[in-house]
């Protein structure tokens, strides 16, 4: 080739001009979370060297005091526990589910969504009516002969167990079908051909190739369990005292807030240190994506006839699906009950306890509390969360995980981190006991799920149309009105669905920045819980979870009528 | 459409264009005459698509000038520029109907209700769409889709039409009788046009001039008749076109395979000295494959009587025209 013209030297390359309006609408949500999640949990730190000069006596006293060693060790072998409980119920799961037929998986799929999407207060209210003393399960167990006096299910490490493990499995059960499903068919039948039993191609073939998504899986469950606080609180024994109840009685009772941030410091590093170990591994995207896995060309399916191993696999799978489920439909029954006592099946049905959830000003107020709490966190995370969302994007790449990393931040710390430095935060501001202060609470709670679910929503938004947008002569506001917003649309329906489903369930935030006169259902229904199960929470259970179909449903019907049209 | 739309010319001068520290556009000048056809022809990192982009102001320029009509568009805003592009995969708006998304560019630019009506129902029988205007692009095929997407360029009475690879999605057919109509809109509307392509057919068929670019330099610009029987370099006699090249005696030449014929050389021609190795019958051509001193050779000649095609593992004799034989300075 020649040269025609005199070669020049390049003039220095300018880095490109992206302008200030990706800053200006990330801006609102980093200025949110610093006020409301980062100085909260900085003000915990500082607190936990000591309120006058800096004292390590706090972390001392941990480490030194047998009680809280105890609890330290105990924390992380239940969330071990737990999670090995969950992984092993969960293959059973995503095996069934990705070997049964397109329809019958959409059932089963709703089993699983089901629990997940029903807040964790309401099951564990349910396992408790199960499990106690004179609950349903025992009381079938002797009526059948098989034990004469009640077992201990509940107020023990049973109880603490079967309730974590139940809200935490789908965790693990949605990315391993993920993972499943991105087995191609082909390999299955390339290991047979070469002479592999059924046990050979489940150890050699789909257990490596599944190990991903369960260790992503396993390693969310676990990083949630060490700073769960309802299921151990409601369900666990002196035994079972986690952290997290740490941190609340020494808040609560022995008013020593100095051990309690100590303690939250260790949570929180714990957390941090899990969260970045997965970011390394797995990325960030893994975390919301259900596993992220690729389907495959001709994903892993039942081929030709299963077999002995593979019937046993399944119907394993079909009774843990069962035991997803139980709670949550066993509610229904107990909340039409006739009887003032827990008794299964009812001796008759009546909607009296409805009648009675719908007479009591307690219950009435709780509800309008909760109402007026999403008023606020709803509309502000989604204006937030949407607005992050389209900045973060147009972010220069270098840039953007770190924004994305401080944005989900909040979904990843313990709840009870952000309560109790926000109590402390706000109590000396006189702003407590407001529904609309626990709203503006929540928001830093919500509006990571609106920023997930919008970025999503954008990354299937083609770029060039709005290029074609501009390029026809629209402004920038135009083409965000015209052409963005109605792509988006659905992504932002849908985080705003979440963002209420998470402020109307949230317990622990209310705890702490409630009082009797401001509480939340959830609240209110915490304090039921603890204090004794009448048949009343039975009914608010049956209603949270009618209203959470309900809103479930309505998402769906919007996506797919979006989809359609 | 009845409105005199007769496409701008455009100029560019000195542009530079870096991501990074690697240029992508190395310097390039470029005059687009009005009304002409102008094809951007490379391989794909060549800068064919940069430049289009940097034109129609979705990238900015390190250094550079960009004119249309004399009027310097460097600071013009993407929405002011007036420029139609059509987009590789079109960017139909996939919520908006056929006819919403062809009156898209006219609403925003503030047109009475009439003429936007006007216009667009002229648009849509241009690219013969009248019947499809209430459906949405998804559910249009690809070749209904691609003149959805030119008549929204269209529409606007572009100064200048860019065209990134429009055709690239369709199918062989269909992408030949496209070919044809927008030869045909182009003669009867007088726009300007910029293609990027990077196939050379496509670049033969429809350009009235054809640049290829390499390496973000212009390496030739000619009408296609120059480039295929003058190319500037042997980079550009391979690119467009087959090309045998040859290490003789006397330095490298190159002869195209139609000017390679089987049989001695007489007065005015050069000869070379082959083994046919395989001899394939195309129907009315006849493809010769040989191995000649630089290498593999191609002749392509009109097919005769089965009996007069050489033997397979035969050494014989090519010739071509001296005339016809392309050589360069050694670079």
Redesign the interface.
């Known amino acids: 080739?020649?040269?025609?013209?005199p070669l020049?030297t390049?003039?220095p390359?300018?880095p490109?001009?992206t302008g200030l309006l990706p800053w200006g609408l990330s801006a609102p949500l980093v200025v949110l979370l610093a006020v409301l999640f980062i100085w909260p949990v900085l003000l915990l730190m500082g607190l936990s060297f000591g309120e006058d000069g800096f004292t390590l006596e706090h972390y001392r006293r941990l480490l030194e005091v047998p009680l809280y060693r105890r609890v330290l060790g105990n924390t992380f072998l239940i969330a071990a526990m737990v999670t090995v409980l969950c992984v092993a119920f969960s293959y059973p799961v995503a095996y069934l589910l990705a070997t049964v037929g397109e329809r019958t998986r959409k059932i089963l799929f709703v089993m699983v969504l089901l629990p997940f999407w029903t807040s964790a207060l309401v099951r564990t209210a349910a396992w408790i009516v199960i499990l106690q003393r004179n609950g349903i399960l025992n009381s079938v167990l002797q009526s059948s002969g098989l034990t004469d006096d009640p077992i201990a299910f509940v107020y023990n490490l049973s109880g603490v167990l079967i309730g974590m493990t139940h809200v935490l499995m789908p965790f693990v059960v949605l990315p391993l079908y993920a993972a499943f499903r991105a087995i191609d068919a082909s390999l299955v039948l390339a290991a047979q051909s070469l002479g592999a039993s059924a046990l050979s191609v489940a150890r050699r073939v789909i257990l490596p190739l599944t190990a991903p998504g369960v260790i992503a899986g396993a390693t969310i469950v676990f990083m949630n369990a060490i700073g769960y606080y309802i299921t151990p609180a409601l369900m666990g024994g002196p035994g079972q005292t986690l952290i997290s109840m740490l941190i609340t009685q020494n808040i609560n009772v022995d008013l020593n807030w100095g051990l309690a941030a100590a303690l939250s410091v260790v949570l929180l590093v714990s957390t941090l240190v899990i969260f970045a170990a997965f970011q390394r591994a797995f990325g960030l995207d893994r975390l919301f994506a259900g596993g992220g896995g690729r389907g495959a060309a001709q994903p892993f399916g039942l081929q030709g006839r299963r077999s002995g191993g593979g019937w046993i696999a399944a119907a394993v799978g079909l009774v843990v699906l069962a035991l997803l489920v139980a709670p949550i439909v066993l509610v229904f029954p107990m909340a039409a009950s006739n009887s003032p006592y827990l008794q299964f099946p009812p001796p008759s049905y009546s909607l009296r306890w409805f009648a009675n959830f719908f007479d009591d000003p307690k219950w009435i107020r709780s509800i309008w509390n909760s109402l007026k709490a999403a008023s606020v966190a709803v509309p502000l995370s989604v204006a937030i969360g949407t607005a992050a969302a389209i900045g973060t994007s147009r972010l220069p790449a270098r840039l953007r995980p770190w924004m994305e990393t401080i944005f989900v931040l909040p979904m990843v710390v313990p709840v009870i981190l952000l309560g109790v430095g926000l109590y402390y935060m706000l109590s000396p501001l006189g702003v407590l006991g407001s529904p609309y202060t626990l709203g503006l609470a929540q928001t830093a709670l919500c509006a990571p799920y609106v920023f997930i679910t919008v970025r999503a929503a954008l990354k299937g938004f083609?770029p060039?149309?709005e290029?074609?947008?501009?390029?026809?002569?629209?402004?920038w506001g135009?083409m965000f009105r015209?052409?963005m917003l109605?792509?988006i649309a659905p992504g932002i329906a849908a985080g705003a669905i979440f963002a209420f489903i998470q402020s109307f369930d949230d317990v622990v935030l209310a705890l702490f920045l409630t009082n009797v006169r401001s509480r939340t259902l959830p609240r209110a229904m915490y304090e039921g819980v603890a204090h004794e199960i009448d048949p009343t929470i039975n009914a608010a259970s049956a209603l949270i979870i009618l209203f959470t179909i309900l809103v479930l449903a309505l998402n769906l019907i919007f996506t797919r009528r979006t989809r359609n049209? | 459409m009845p409105d005199a739309l007769i496409g701008k010319a455009v100029s560019i001068r000195g542009l530079?264009k870096?991501?990074?520290?690697q240029?992508v556009l190395?310097?390039l000048?470029l005059d687009v005459a009005a009304g002409e056809f102008c094809t951007l022809l490379g391989a794909s990192g060549s800068g064919k698509t940069t430049m289009l982009k940097v034109i129609?102001?979705?990238e900015?320029t390190?250094?550079g000038a960009i004119a249309i009509d004399g009027r310097d568009i460097a600071r013009v805003p993407?929405?002011?520029?007036?420029?139609?592009?059509v987009?590789?995969?079109y960017?139909l708006?996939?919520?908006m109907s056929v006819r919403r998304n062809v009156s898209?560019?006219l609403e925003?630019?503030g047109l009475p209700k009439d003429e936007i009506t006007r216009r667009t129902g002229q648009a849509l029988e241009l690219v013969e769409l009248g019947p499809f205007a209430e459906r949405?692009p998804g559910a249009l095929s690809g070749g209904q889709q691609q003149r959805v997407a030119l008549a929204?360029a269209l529409v606007?009475n572009p100064d200048i039409l860019l065209m990134d690879e429009p055709l690239g999605a369709l199918d062989k057919n269909l992408r030949q009788s496209i070919q044809l109509q927008l030869k045909a809109l182009h003669r009867e509307l007088g726009v300007t046009i910029l293609y990027v392509t990077h196939d050379q057919e496509e670049a033969l068929h429809l350009s009235d001039r054809i640049v290829v670019m390499?390496k973000g330099?212009i390496?030739q610009n000619g009408t296609p008749e120059e480039l295929y029987n003058a190319p500037?370099?042997?980079?550009v006699a391979g690119f467009l076109g087959e090309c045998n090249f040859v290490d003789g005696p006397a330095g490298p030449w190159a002869v195209r395979p139609e000017k390679l014929r089987p049989g001695p050389a007489g007065a005015g021609q050069r000869e070379i000295q082959a083994e046919v190795e395989t001899v394939i019958f195309l129907g009315a051509a006849t493809k010769i494959v040989a191995r000649g001193p630089g290498g593999q050779i191609t002749s392509v000649v009109t097919s005769g009587p089965a009996a007069a095609r050489p033997e397979i593992g035969s050494r014989i004799a090519f010739h071509a025209d001296e005339a016809d034989i392309l050589t360069?300075?050694a670079?």
């Open positions: 080739m020649t040269a025609t013209r020049r390049p003039p390359a300018r490109a001009r083609d060039s149309l290029l074609a947008a501009m390029n026809l002569g629209a402004g135009t015209r052409i109605p792509a049209a | 530079w870096s991501y990074g520290p240029p190395h310097g000048d129609a102001g979705f900015t390190d250094d993407v929405a002011k520029r007036n420029i139609g592009m987009f590789q995969n960017a708006f996939p919520h898209f560019g925003m630019r949405l929204r606007i390499d330099r390496a500037a370099s042997p980079f360069w300075p670079a």
